[in-house]
């Protein structure tokens, strides 16, 4: 069975400062990995997707992850953020077997304050 | 916009009752997602079709059940409902089957059972 652990319910951060947001997952075959965003009132975006080849993707709004198999996480960063990136972020992972089910977290909360 | 489409946005109705929440999958995808989101449980997964065919169950409850039809549009019906039956009830799609076909969510439709 796949999970995903987001380590950090809620992040509180000032404008124009790095932001980190951690999540770790598991699954016992390969992985694709997934963040999607959810602003207020609206369904999930997705942000950016790894899927094979470089570790370091890239995705929308100026946000990164890095893929680290390792330690199996996928941490997204921003290196500033605007008031504008408030809102709930979710990790999520699927599985290359015949899993069709797309695993989330339970989201992290940015709140970008002035 | 993500191209997915659900209908009606928000849905207000009894204990007891019966909805019917409606999706239209972005143009040229075949696999239909349903998914739940509650404060308490997050992003459940529900259901899953794939042009036409059930092909994953999450934890959809007895009361529930949802169909794809030829058009590839997805309807999920929810009866009997209970006040705990109240949440954001998203559908996305994918284009495949496969682990590395990201989903697209829809907007939501917000149900409110009193």
């Known amino acids: 069975a796949q999970s995903v652990t987001q380590l950090d319910s809620q992040v509180p951060v000032f404008e124009e400062a790095p932001v980190e947001l951690r999540c770790n997952y598991s699954?016992?075959?390969?992985?694709?990995l997934f963040w999607y965003v959810q602003y207020p009132n609206q369904g999930l975006q997705l942000l950016l997707k790894y899927l094979s080849g470089s570790t370091l993707v890239k995705g929308i709004n100026g946000f990164e992850a890095e893929f680290n198999k390792s330690q199996t996480s996928f941490h997204l960063r921003k290196p500033s953020v605007h008031i504008s990136d408030t809102a709930e972020y979710f990790c999520?992972?699927?599985?290359?077997?015949?899993?069709?089910?797309?695993?989330f977290g339970k989201g992290t909360l940015l709140t970008v304050n002035p | 916009d993500s191209g997915v489409t659900q209908t009606p946005k928000h849905l207000i109705t009894a204990t007891g009752q019966r909805v019917t929440l409606r999706c239209s999958p972005r143009?040229?995808?075949?696999?239909v997602y349903w998914y739940q989101q509650s404060l308490d449980q997050g992003l459940q997964f529900l259901i899953q079709y794939y042009n036409g065919e059930e092909r994953a169950k999450g934890n959809i409850l007895e009361r529930f059940s949802a169909q794809q039809f030829p058009d590839l549009h997805s309807e999920l019906n929810l009866s009997s409902l209970e006040l705990g039956d109240s949440a954001l009830y998203f559908c996305a799609s994918s284009v495949s089957l496969l682990g590395n076909s990201p989903l697209h969510f829809g907007n939501g439709t917000r149900l409110t059972v009193t």
């Open positions: 699954s016992s075959v390969s992985v694709y």
């Open positions: 143009s040229g995808d075949l696999s």
């Open positions: 999520a992972v699927r599985s290359g077997g015949s899993n069709y089910k797309l695993t």
